[in-house]
Nanobody, 122 residues
């Protein structure tokens, strides 16, 4: 059974930065595509960024040039570096992993974490 855990959320001021981590266990992480999603209060969950097993990346238009997704297979971890944060980025951020490369274009895979809260506020 694959287990996915997010970490790194918190409270940050507008213009600030955070790095989220997504660690997966119980599977061959190097073969997984991984995506980050977020859900703000009263809104639907939306795709943020994804990274394929080979390193190809994709981003939602709303976060391009501000967020960077990367992976470190030796640690079974994917990171989401977020910069120039604004209040509209406030949400619970979820990590999703699986074998389908379609994860990186926003079609979720099998395994979800429980999320980490990101709050952008002064």
């Amino acid at each position: 059974q694959v287990h996915v855990v997010e970490s790194g959320g918190g409270l940050v001021q507008p213009g600030g930065s955070l790095r989220l981590s997504c660690e997966a266990s119980g599977g061959d992480f190097s073969q997984f595509a991984v995506g980050w999603y977020r859900q703000a209060p009263g809104k639907q969950r939306e795709f943020v960024a994804g990274i394929a097993s080979g390193g190809r990346t994709n981003y939602a238009d709303s976060v391009k040039e501000r967020f960077t997704i990367s992976r470190e297979n030796a640690k079974s971890t994917v990171y989401l570096q977020m910069t120039n944060l604004n209040p509209e980025d406030t949400a619970v951020y979820y990590c999703n992993a699986g074998l389908r490369v379609a994860i990186i274009i926003g079609i979720p895979g099998t395994y979800w974490g429980r999320g980490t809260q990101v709050t952008v506020s002064s």
